[in-house]
Structures are given as C-alpha cells and as structure tokens.
C-alpha cells in the first residue's frame, strides 16, 4: 500500500510539473505577442490591440482548453478530495486532541481528591499514633537517656567505625620468629595490591592444636572494600587457597553472619537455584 501511495503522488507531481511547463510556454508566447513582461498585462486591452489577430486568439483559447480540460482539471479532481479528506483529519485529530486533555483534566482532577483523603487519613493516623506513644516516650525517654547507655552507644559507635578499616586473616600458618607484615604483604601481592599495613598481629591466644587468625589495618575503608572485592582470586592461587580474608566484625555482626550460613545451609539445592 506505502508503495502505490507513492507512485500516485510521482504521477501526481509530474502531471503538475507538466501542467506548469505547458502554462508557461502558453504564457510565453502571448507575452511575446502582445510585448508583456507580466501576467497581469495580459488583459483586454492588450488583446484588442491591431497586431492580435482572430486566428491568434483562437489558438490561444485553443490551447488554454486543452491544458485546463486535459490537465487542471483531472489534478483538481485528485487533489480536491484528498485535501478535504486533509482537512477532515486534521479537525478529528483537534477534536481527539480536546478529548485527551479533557480526559487527563479529569484523571488529575481524580487524583487530586484521593490524595486529599489519604492526607486526610495520614493526618488523623499520625494523631492518634502520637498519642498513643506520647506517654511511652516519656516513660522510656529516662531509661534511654542514661548515661550509662549513652557510654555504651558512643563505645559501640567508636568500636564499629575502628573495624572498619581492619581486615581479618584466617588459614595462614604460624611459624617462630615471623614477620606478620610481611607475610600479609605477600598476600595481598597475589591480589595486585600494595596497600600500608599498620598494626598487624596475631588475634587470641597461641594454641598448639589451633592458628590463630592475623588482624590488620588500612589507612581508609575504601581500601578496606578494595581488599575485600579482590580476596576471591586467592583461591586461585597456589599456596594460598585455604586463606580467607574476611572484614573485622563486631560481636553482634559476627553471631548475624555465622546465623546466616547456619541458614543458607538449610536452604534445598533447587530452592536456591
């Protein structure tokens, strides 16, 4: 269909195209004749003029008749429809356009109402819930404000931000009179990282059944989190599989972490896939 559509309007230009050559030729010579230079001079009295004769007007009349029956016309009866069709869609598209906006109006309209009740409900929810736990406040507000709660809250504060910039060492043997600093360098040499190491040492209490895991610090926690993306490839690397580099939890994250293996285990092969 695009493709017929776009041969009819080739034929379409061409029969103008045709229609304008043979307008001007006609034009052309009449102004010749008549010794014009414009269409506008073309009149009545130019054309009573002696030099004109009958024959010429007649070929004149001749050809105009030919060129409005033959070509005007039939582009006229082509194009006449398709600009009222034009035009009929252009004012359905203006009475579509008129029927969305009214219809977003309403949509918004809509929307304005609802969100005034639910402010309405969110108002009076919050009311009554401050309330209910005015008088709670007020009796735990006391309790909370303690100093002694207030010691361990900044003490847990400190604590979580110091082990931030730790990293926990486990599966590296111990051996007499060992450099830690420089065993954690090699470490993390095979990970393509050359970070400065301050306060590296053992953790706990030596044990001859047992190795003890190395603590270590970084100067920021961005680098921190760079170790700790980049551990995985030690398990690629001989010698060092059975290392395990892990972040310096706190109590609490440490009972959270071990909880969520103890779970993960329990989970099905099939349910985890």
Same mark, same amino acid.
């Given at each position: ?50 030099? $004109?004769? @009958?024959?010429?007007? *007649?070929?004149? !009349? &001749? ?6 029956? #033959?070509?005007? %016309?039939? /582009?006229?009866?082509?194009? $006449?429809? @398709?600009?009222?069709? *034009?035009?009929? !869609? &252009? ?6 356009? #008129?029927?969305? %906006?009214? /219809? ?5 309209? @809509? ?163």
């Amino acid at each position: 269909m695009a493709k017929k559509g776009s041969m009819e309007k080739t034929a379409n230009e061409r029969l103008l195209e045709f229609l304008l050559e043979e307008r001007k030729l006609l034009m052309n010579g009449i102004h010749e004749e008549l010794g014009v230079t414009s269409y506008s001079e073309v009149n009545a009295t130019n054309l009573n003029k002696r030099g $004109v004769t @009958k024959e010429k007007l *007649c070929s004149w !009349l &001749e050809r105009m008749s030919s060129i409005l029956n #033959s070509k005007a %016309i039939p /582009l006229l009866q082509i194009t $006449v429809p @398709k600009a009222a069709k *034009c035009e009929s !869609l &252009e004012q359905e598209k203006i009475k579509n356009q #008129s029927t969305i %906006i009214q /219809l977003q109006e309403e949509v918004l309209k @809509k929307k304005d109402e609802e969100m005034n009740v639910m402010k309405q409900a969110m108002k009076q929810t919050v009311k009554n819930e401050i309330t209910s736990y005015a008088s709670v406040v007020t009796k735990t507000c006391a309790t909370a404000l303690a100093p002694s709660n207030i010691g361990k809250a900044v003490k847990t504060v400190v604590e979580r931000d110091e082990k931030k910039r730790n990293i926990i060492v486990y599966g590296v043997a111990e051996t007499p009179d060992e450099k830690l600093p420089d065993k954690v360098e090699g470490i993390l040499m095979e990970m393509h990282e050359k970070p400065t190491i301050k306060d590296c040492y053992r953790v706990g209490p030596r044990k001859a059944d047992a190795v003890r895991p190395i603590k270590f610090t970084l100067s920021s926690t961005d680098i921190v989190q760079q170790v700790l993306r980049k551990s995985h490839v030690l398990r690629s690397k001989e010698g060092y599989k059975k290392v395990y580099i892990c972040p310096d939890r706190t109590k609490e994250e440490r009972a959270a972490f071990k909880l969520l293996k103890v779970k993960k285990k329990k989970v099905p092969t099939a349910t985890l896939r």
